[in-house]
């Protein structure tokens, strides 16, 4: 192993024996490893946007956004920047230091490319890190918005090689990797996860843990989501997957991935508070707030003030302003 303790090289046995520790003892061991490189009691706070919504061309079964499934979502253009910038600064003064924004493509087109750069610049002249989430990125996008500041790109695997086929077959797994390579390469931070609970195999799971953990950089930022159940998806009725099995998952990737922030990503919805606590316990030290998660629900931010406060977690980002969030922490 590294003197730095970061692994490229996983093989899926070595994972899989992750998986399978006692649960008490994984949970000691990636507490342990958080420790080593975070504040255990600081959480980082992304807000997502949804900048252009619905109509997406790609065919993802777990997406109320793709434009192959009704799902009743109405489609809306990109957003004005004006407005792009407001709902930042309120995000700002309400504690995230990360402004997030997805954009329902297969790829940016080149009439509204102008437009996002300019969101990024005008973002991070509010003191904020910026993210997008566009789909695939040609080489000269990919330069066009590292220029512009850009500071997270975000393309996730969504799950393991084998098992991509049966969620997505628009994009293939190949240029989803040829993507975050680009990004890599243009110096910006990779923010690269995935879905559990879409009816995969525990060592599907395994899988898609080993293709973050071994590309030749860990993914700055890890989201780990679970499945958002919407019906009009092909997804609606996948049977749900057992808590302590995300839990465990949460875990294995704070071990693979050290110095990654790992996030607690979409489906906090539908977890209990000892669940989420659990989940932080894991390793989980970022996660989205706000009112939804691009078209799914979040947890109400009084919810969220509540369940800090019992932690005695604290965002990573002072608050500011006369906000409610976080008044009472």
């Known amino acids: 192993m590294p003197a730095t303790g970061l692994r490229n090289d996983w ?50 079964k777990y997406c109320p956004q793709s434009g192959h499934y009704n799902t009743g979502l109405q489609k809306e253009k990109l957003m004005e920047v004006e407005k792009v910038v407001a709902q930042a600064r309120i995000a700002r003064d309400r504690g995230a230091s990360r402004f997030c924004m997805g954009a329902a493509w297969k790829h940016p087109s080149e009439k509204d490319f102008p ?54 077959t628009t994009r293939s797994y190949q240029e989803r990797l040829e993507t975050l390579a680009r ?11 995935g879905i559990v609970g879409m009816g995969e195999k525990a ?19 890890v989201p780990i989501n679970n499945l958002v159940k919407v019906k009009g998806t092909p997804l609606q009725d996948v ?24 996030r607690l990503s979409a489906g906090r919805q539908q977890m209990n508070d000892q669940t989420q606590a659990l989940c932080f316990m894991a390793g989980a030290n970022s996660i989205f707030y706000g009112d939804k ?30 906000h409610r969030f976080y008044s009472a922490v």
């Open 293 to 322: 998660l691009l078209t799914t629900p979040l947890p109400e931010e009084h919810r969220d003030i509540a369940l800090f406060d019992r932690l005695g977690l604290q965002p990573e980002r002072p608050i500011t302003g006369d």
């Open 115 to 168: 437009y996002v750069l300019d969101m990024v610049r005008q973002v991070r002249e509010l003191g904020m890190e910026t993210c997008m989430t566009l789909g695939a990125l040609s080489s000269e996008q990919t330069a066009a918005l590292a220029e512009a500041g850009l500071d997270y790109y975000n393309h996730n695997l969504d799950t393991s090689p084998e098992y991509y086929g049966e969620i997505i």
């Open 11 to 60: 093989t899926r046995k070595e994972i899989q024996a992750l998986f399978d520790l006692p649960f008490m003892d994984l949970l000691h061991k990636a507490q342990t490893i958080h420790r080593t490189h975070f504040d255990p009691n600081k959480v980082q706070m992304s807000t997502l946007l949804s900048i252009k919504t619905g109509a997406c061309p790609e065919d993802c």
């Open 203 to 221: 060592e599907d799971r395994v899988g898609l843990l080993q293709q973050l953990a071994n590309m030749p950089v860990h993914p700055d930022s």
């Open 183 to 193: 990004v890599r390469d243009a110096g910006m931070k990779v923010c690269s996860g």
């Open 239 to 262: 049977e749900e997957i057992d808590p302590f099995d995300f839990i465990r998952t949460i875990a294995v990737a704070r071990i693979l991935m050290p110095q990654s922030y790992v």
